[in-house]
């Protein structure tokens, strides 16, 4: 009898944000934490991991999910997330499931 051993994925997503209509990096800092938290929802780790041109950010988000499918799903649903509660700001997803 074959042992099936359930195991965990981790999932690293990077998600960049265009701010054009942003002057500094107080304003950034205030859109990137009110994303922050809103993601809370999704038990999922967040860290600004921006650099000094305040029109431009970046969030690192970090999950564990039980299969693949399931951090798929996960990750649709942020990504769907982010689009109905920022439709103002333009972002790309770049994600990795290890």
Known sequence: MAFVKNAMVIVSIITDFNLPFVFSLKERR???NSIKD???????SVLDISG???KEASLAIAFLAHNE???EEIARK?????????????????????
């Open 30 to 32: 205030k859109i990137l």
């Open 38 to 44: 809103k993601l809370k929802k999704f038990n999922v």
């Open 52 to 54: 000094e041109y305040p």
């Open 69 to 71: 499918k399931q951090a």
């Open 78 to 98: 942020i990504e769907d997330f982010l689009y109905r509660n920022f439709p103002e700001i333009e972002f790309f997803f770049e994600k990795e499931v290890i």
